[in-house]
């Protein structure tokens, strides 16, 4: 199968740290995407992870293990524009497919 | 611009009509595809193309219907025999095995 789980929402303050996480039970992924996707917009990238460990990029960090089937999104220093929803994909030569998302509110 | 393009923004169709969304891009990817977003869902696969002439349907093909003569092009028709065909609609593409860019959606509304 190609089931991706993430929490439905999450909430934090402004100026915090937050790890959004998703499982997956599949093959045929090569590497795990991570979007990002405000109300009635469409979906931004985020991160990309093809092997396993930590990517860092400016604010936004992800993390990857293929033998665990596990991922997860870190924001730090969280601002309220950050308020949006966060689309985890299982990507492969044939297609990408995304979990149901983390809608993530930040509060001040 | 290099990008992709998806028209119109919004779409009003009468029940039992076809209508076709256009997606068009010119970033010379391979892949391209259709997702359907319900309110506070996620994103689930309608159609997903690798090649030009060749398509495979997602999870939820039934009811519609896409074509592929063109690498640029990758049209989603809907059809009457989508019971339930309110919804937003993104087109994305991607080099394969590569991160996705999307269109900007389409906002179909059944009248």
């Known amino acids: 199968g190609q089931n991706i789980d993430q929490p439905t929402e999450m909430t934090a303050t402004e100026g915090a740290i937050v790890q959004i996480n998703c499982t997956y039970q599949t093959s045929g992924f090569n590497g795990l995407f991570w979007y990002q996707q405000h109300a009635g917009e469409a979906p931004t990238f985020l991160s990309y992870n093809v092997l396993d460990g930590l990517e860092e990029k400016g604010r936004f960090s992800s993390f990857l293990s293929r033998s665990k089937g596990y991922s997860y999104l870190l924001l730090k220093e969280l601002q309220m524009k950050d308020s949006a929803s966060y689309l985890c994909a299982g990507g492969g030569f044939q297609k990408l497919v995304f979990g149901t998302g983390t809608r993530l509110l930040v509060s001040p | 611009d290099g990008g992709i393009t998806q028209s119109p923004k919004y779409l009003f169709r009468k029940e039992g009509q076809n209508v076709t969304l256009s997606c068009e891009q010119n970033l010379n990817h391979d892949a391209m595809y259709w997702y359907r977003q319900d309110p506070g869902q996620g994103l689930r696969l309608i159609y997903y193309s690798q090649i030009v002439n060749d398509f495979q349907k997602g999870d939820i093909a039934e009811g519609y219907s896409v074509s592929r003569e063109k690498k640029e092009s990758f049209p989603l028709t809907v059809t009457s025999a989508q019971k339930n065909p309110t919804a937003f609609y993104l087109c994305?593409?991607?080099?394969?095995?590569?991160?996705?860019?999307f269109g900007q959606g389409t906002r179909l509304t059944v009248v």
């Open positions: 994305a593409s991607s080099p394969l095995g590569e991160s996705a860019f």
